[in-house]
Nanobody, 121 residues
Framework: QVQLVESGGGLVQAGGSLRLSCAAS????????MGWYRRAPGRQRDLVAT???????NYADSVKGRFTISRDNPKNTVYLQMNSLKPEDTAVYYC???????????????WGQGTQVTVSS
């Protein structure tokens, strides 16, 4: 079994910053792509950013230049630094990891429980 534990959400004023963390633990051989998604009220879950094991990143247009995704491979942790936050960034943020399980080496996608980010105007 693998667990993803998120932290770092909260309430912040527009223009402020938050840093989200997501740590994976369990029967992990390795992790391929890690990412962050968000679900705003009344909307589907959307991609925010992803990062490969080699460090290649991809961002939604709405967050480019404001958010930065990074990871610490030995710690199996992914981060999302969010700057210049806007009220429209308000959502529940979920991390996702493509885990290669040990010892089977089967690939499976795991999701975190979600953390609320609220940006006030």
């Amino acid at each position: 079994q693998v667990q993803l534990v998120e932290s770092g959400g909260g309430l912040v004023q527009a223009g402020g910053s938050l840093r989200l963390s997501c740590a994976a633990s369990g029967n992990i051989f390795s992790i391929n792509t890690m990412g962050w998604y968000r679900r705003a009220p009344g909307r589907q879950r959307d991609l925010v950013a992803t990062i490969t094991s080699g460090g290649s990143t991809n961002y939604a247009d709405s967050v480019k230049g404001r958010f930065t995704i990074s990871r610490d491979n030995p710690k199996n942790t992914v981060y999302l630094q969010m700057n210049s936050l806007k009220p429209e960034d308000t959502a529940v943020y979920y991390c996702r990891s493509e885990v290669i399980l040990s010892p089977t080496q089967v690939s499976y996608n795991y999701w975190g429980q979600g953390t609320q980010v609220t940006v006030s105007s």
